[in-house]
């Protein structure tokens, strides 16, 4: 009797369990790629969302920029101004008024304007 080494001489159940086996490696290696598929996409999700913040962030950065830069031309033209209608300076205590936009400003009040005497009203206003 002559022995064929190329031929395969397994017994048939244990072809089957071979089949089996390969089947359930097959169907962990799918699942485990879904799994990572899915974990990929979450990753995706919130890197995107991440980069929303970022750009989020990054506008209202460049508003207050803006806003500061605003603030302060107005802040600047305005004493400027103020300046200018004081003259050299405020010669009664009494006239004068401080004012805000975001810093205290002092105005020379009209010469046709009183302070009031009532209790409940400061001598000096602050306004932000």
Known sequence: MTVDLEEEQDPPS??????????????????????????????EVQLEKDGQR???SQSCRG??????????????????????????????????MILGLGEL?????PSHFSWPTSRFVPKYAFIN
Do not use: H, Y
Request: proline share 1%.
């Open 105 to 109: 400003f002092i105005l020379r009040a």
């Open 54 to 56: 970022r750009k989020l």
């Open 14 to 43: 244990f072809k089957v369990a071979r089949k089996k086996d390969k089947e359930r490696l097959q169907k962990l290696l799918e699942e485990e790629a879904e799994s990572l598929t899915e974990l990929q996409k979450q990753i």
């Open 63 to 96: 508003k207050i920029e803006e806003e500061q830069d605003t603030n302060k031309f107005i802040k600047e033209s305005t004493f400027g101004v103020v300046r200018d209608i004081m003259g050299e300076g405020v010669d009664d205590p009494e006239e004068e």
